[in-house]
């Protein structure tokens, strides 16, 4: 079985509809991210957690909320989605702070906002 | 700010080329490289990283040498093959307790047979 998961796996909504992307992880890593990816745009870190009751802004979060539930999950609310929305979205986790530590990625979600 | 500038592509090979990614960085302090590799209808995974100066790391038989003089941490391998084909992206860390990754741009490598 992977350890990140990530529900849904391809997700087609509209213009201001509310959706949510989860993600669940059974590495027992304390820290989690959600990324998104754009052609030619790499990835963005959109919010990260470092622990159940730390959550923080990255470089592109306006437009979205998370919520981490548990150590295992964490997930990503976009309250009125909009088509530049429509992305590649990851989740990953790592173990600690270490600047050597691997992020391990989930499989991702294929958002299209119509 | 960090920032990771990542050679134009995509890169198409002949099986068995000889395969150089360049790869530069913008960071403070003491960064940790890492180049990941995504693989069609995949996640990012690890492919080898170097946390201090001048250190190699390698894996798959891809190389690279954490270079601070030049910034760099170009990709190497000697003899590609079609199952290498993906995405390739050059990321930082830029060390501490509350670090997180900084990632290019990706590029895109096609091996044909």
């Known amino acids: 079985d992977a350890d990140v998961t990530q529900t849904p796996r391809n997700r087609i909504t509209k213009t201001g509809k509310r959706i949510m992307l989860e993600c669940s992880q059974t590495k027992g890593h304390d820290r989690m991210y959600w990324y998104r990816q754009d052609p030619g745009l790499g990835l963005r870190l959109i919010y990260y957690?470092?622990?159940?009751?730390?959550?923080n802004k990255g470089e592109i979060s306006d437009g979205y909320s998370v919520s981490r539930q548990a150590q295992a999950k964490f997930s990503l609310s976009l309250e009125s989605a909009i088509p530049n929305q429509t992305a590649l979205y990851f989740c990953?986790?790592?173990?600690?702070?270490?600047?050597?530590?691997?992020?391990?990625f989930g499989p991702g979600t294929r958002l299209t906002v119509l | 700010g960090n920032s990771v500038t990542q050679m134009e592509g995509p890169v198409t090979l002949s099986e068995e080329a000889f395969l150089t990614i360049n790869c530069t960085y913008t960071a403070t302090g003491y960064p940790s490289l890492f180049w990941y590799v995504q693989y069609p209808g995949e996640g990012l995974q690890l492919l080898l990283k170097a946390t201090k100066a001048d250190d190699k790391g390698s894996n798959k038989g891809f190389e690279a040498t954490y270079r601070k003089e030049t910034t760099s941490f170009h990709l190497e391998k000697g003899s590609v093959q079609v199952s290498d084909s993906a995405v390739y992206f050059c990321a930082l860390s830029d060390g501490g307790a509350n670090s997180k990754l900084t990632f290019g741009k990706g590029i895109t490598l096609s091996v044909r047979p």
């Open positions: 957690s470092f622990d159940v009751k730390d959550i």
């Open positions: 990953a986790t790592s173990a600690s702070g270490r600047s050597t530590d691997t992020q391990y």
